[in-house]
C-alpha cells in the first residue's frame, strides 16, 4: 500500500494504452513461408523500447522528462531495469551491502511508489513499460524473484500498459539446441524455476501480458531451431501457458553469425517466431562501435544478421520490434541516440511516432445528484464510434472503483454522430460515493470519464466534476455547494509532495474553480478539498501532459 494515497492497487488511468496484442504476420523474407507470431500495439505498431532503471543506489529513477524525451523521438515503450535484483545476486551480505527484500514492508512500499511513478509517466506519455526483474547472469534466486513477483504481479495488473517480463539471463546460454545443457530441458532445474515463477506472475496478473526466459542469445550450436524447442519445454512444465498473453524474450547479443547458414537472413529467429510470438527484450550496438564513444565500460554488443549492421535494422525488417540497451538515461541517450538515428535515416529504416487513436467517445458533461429513488448519474456524449456499453464504476475513496451496472449504447451498431444522453441510478443510495464510467468499445479498448462526486446535504458538496483531465497548463473544477462555505484544494504529486494549496469561498449552488498547473511537470497529481472542518469531500486523480 502507498500509505500517503491509500493504494491497494495501482489505478488505471485514461492514458493507459490498451493491452498489446499478439498478431501474425507475414515473413520479410519468405513471404509464401510460415507467418511470424509478433507482438503489436494498441496502435499496431511493434515495441520500440529504450531502457530505465529502477534501484536503492543512485540514480534511483529516472524524472518524467527522460519518458518526455524518449517519446518524443517515437519510442513507444520503456524496458524498466529493477536492478536491486541483480545486486542481491552480485554480492554476498556484509558491512557495506545489505539485501533488499520484498517481503519487508519499508523497502516493499518504496520501491512499488518508484514503479508506480515510472508506470504513469509511461502512460502520461503514450508508452508501454516493460517492468523486468533484472538477475546477474547466469544466476537465477528464486526465492528472491518469486517475493519480488508475489507483490508487484497484482499490483499492476489492471495497469493495461504494463508488460512483466520476468527474469534476464538467468542462464549463459540456451544449450544445445534448446536443451540447456541438461540433456532435455524439462528437466533442468533452472526451467522448472522459472516456470514456478511464471506461474505466482499469472496467478496474480491473469490478463497481463508476460514475457519469458529472456536468455542473452539465441545460438544453439548452429540447430537454428533452440529457442522454439525451449520455449516448447517451458510450456510442458505445471502450468498453463496461453501463448495469446505470453511471448518469448530474447537478447540478441550471439546469434550463431559464421557458424553454417542458420543465421542467414536470419533464419533461426525467423524459425522461433514462426512457432511462438517473441521480442528482442535486449538489443545493443553493434562491435564497430567502442565503449569510448558510447562512454560505457560495458563490452556487451549485438552480433549483426547479414549487412545489417545493426541488429535493429533486422527487426525492423522482420516487424518484430526492440529494445535497446545502451540508451539508458538522459544522459545516454542524448549521447548515443543520434549515431543509431544517422544509421536508421540513412539505411531506410527508421520509423514514425505511434499515432494514437481517438476514442470513439466524446464525453460532453457527466453529472451527478440525489433524489428519491437514489444516486442519479447523467452522461452526456458528442459521438459514438463502435460503442459497446458504459459501465458505471463506483468508490468510497476515490480510488478503488467496482462495477455497479452498465448501459449499452443506444447508438445504431454503436456508431451516431449526433449527441446522446444516457442515466443510471444507484438505487444503493449511499450517502457518499464517487463515480466513473468505462467506456467500452467493441475491439475491447476502453476509456475513463472523469470522477463525480455525490454526497448528503450535510458534507456541504452535493457534486463535483473535474475537467479537462489529462489537463495541459489549468485545472477546471465545478462544484455544486448545499451552502455558503470554505474548502480548501490540495494538489499533491504522486510521492505525497504538496505543490498547490489554494483556499476558495463556495456559494451554495454552482461554483466554477480554476487551478494554474503550468509550472508543474507532466504527471500523475492528486487533488483533494477539504472543507472548514477538515474534512476531505472531494478526491481526483488528474494528469499533466
Request: net charge positive.
Amino acid at each position: 500500500m502507498l500509505s500517503h494515497i491509500g493504494f491497494t492497487q495501482s489505478v488505471s488511468l485514461p492514458t493507459d494504452r490498451a493491452r498489446i496484442k499478439v498478431v501474425s504476420i507475414p515473413d520479410y523474407y519468405d513471404a509464401n513461408g510460415p507467418m511470424l507470431k509478433v507482438l503489436r500495439t494498441d496502435a499496431g505498431t511493434p515495441l520500440r523500447a529504450g531502457t530505465a532503471w529502477i534501484w536503492e543506489k543512485e540514480r534511483q529513477e529516472e524524472p518524467n522528462s527522460y519518458y518526455v524525451l524518449m517519446s518524443s523521438k517515437g519510442l513507444n515503450a520503456v524496458r524498466m531495469i529493477l536492478f536491486d535484483t541483480w545486486e542481491v545476486d552480485a554480492y554476498l551480505p556484509s558491512a557495506v551491502f545489505t539485501p533488499t527484500d520484498w517481503n519487508d514492508a519499508v523497502y516493499r512500499t518504496r520501491q512499488l511508489a518508484r514503479i508506480e511513478r515510472s508506470v504513469n509517466y509511461a502512460s502520461a506519455n503514450g508508452m508501454y513499460i516493460i517492468i523486468n526483474s533484472h538477475n546477474q547472469i547466469p544466476k537465477y534466486n528464486e526465492a528472491y524473484a518469486n517475493a519480488l513477483w508475489t507483490y508487484v504481479a497484482p499490483y499492476f495488473a489492471n495497469r493495461t500498459h504494463v508488460i512483466y517480463e520476468a527474469t534476464n539471463e538467468p542462464m549463459s546460454g540456451i544449450g544445445k539446441n534448446g536443451d540447456l545443457d541438461a540433456g532435455r530441458a524439462i528437466l533442468s532445474p533452472l526451467l522448472n524455476a522459472l516456470k514456478r515463477t511464471f506461474n505466482i506472475i499469472r496467478a496474480g496478473a491473469p490478463n497481463t501480458h508476460i514475457m519469458i526466459l529472456s536468455p542473452p542469445g539465441i545460438n544453439d550450436h548452429a540447430f537454428g531451431t533452440g529457442m522454439g524447442n525451449l520455449a516448447a519445454s517451458f510450456a510442458q512444465l505445471a502450468g498453463a501457458v496461453d501463448w495469446t498473453k505470453t511471448s518469448v524474450a530474447y537478447h540478441l547479443y550471439n546469434n550463431d553469425r559464421g557458424f553454417g547458414d542458420v543465421a542467414v537472413n536470419a533464419w533461426n529467429l525467423r524459425n522461433l517466431h514462426s512457432r511462438y510470438p517473441g521480442w528482442p527484450s535486449e538489443n545493443n550496438f553493434p562491435l564497430s562501435v567502442s565503449s569510448t564513444i558510447l562512454g560505457i565500460t560495458d563490452p556487451w554488443r549485438s552480433a549483426q544478421f547479414d549487412n545489417d549492421i545493426y541488429v535493429n535494422q533486422t527487426c525492423e525488417k522482420l516487424g518484430i520490434g526492440w529494445s535497446m540497451w545502451n540508451i539508458n538515461g538522459q544522459t545516454q541517450f542524448n549521447r548515443n541516440w543520434p549515431r543509431m538515428w544517422t544509421d536508421a535515416a540513412a539505411k531506410g529504416w527508421a520509423w514514425t511516432k505511434d499515432v494514437l487513436s481517438t476514442y470513439p467517445v466524446n464525453f460532453i458533461s457527466f453529472t451527478g445528484s440525489k433524489s428519491i429513488t437514489g444516486n442519479d448519474l447523467k452522461w452526456v456524449v458528442a459521438n459514438e464510434i463502435d460503442n459497446k456499453q458504459f459501465d458505471v464504476l463506483r468508490s468510497t475513496n476515490g480510488v478503488s472503483f467496482e462495477k455497479i451496472g452498465e448501459v449499452i449504447s443506444t447508438a445504431n451498431n454503436g456508431s451516431s454522430s449526433s449527441q446522446k444522453t444516457y442515466n443510471f441510478t444507484d438505487a444503493t443510495k449511499p450517502p457518499e460515493a464517487y463515480y466513473q464510467l468505462k467506456q467500452i468499445d467493441r475491439d475491447g479498448k476502453f476509456k475513463l470519464s472523469p470522477i463525480v462526486y455525490i454526497s448528503t446535504a450535510s458534507s456541504g458538496i452535493s457534486s463535483s466534476f473535474v475537467y479537462p483531465n489529462p489537463f495541459a497548463n489549468q485545472l477546471n473544477l465545478i462544484v455544486a455547494a448545499n451552502k455558503k462555505e470554505n474548502i480548501t484544494l490540495n494538489i499533491a504529486d504522486a510521492t505525497g509532495k504538496l505543490v498547490c494549496i489554494k483556499t476558495s469561498l463556495l456559494e451554495k449552488g454552482k461554483n466554477n474553480l480554476t487551478l494554474n498547473m503550468g509550472k508543474q511537470p507532466s504527471g500523475l497529481y492528486i487533488l483533494t478539498a477539504k472543507n472548514s472542518e477538515g474534512k476531505v469531500v472531494l478526491l481526483y486523480r488528474v494528469i499533466k501532459k
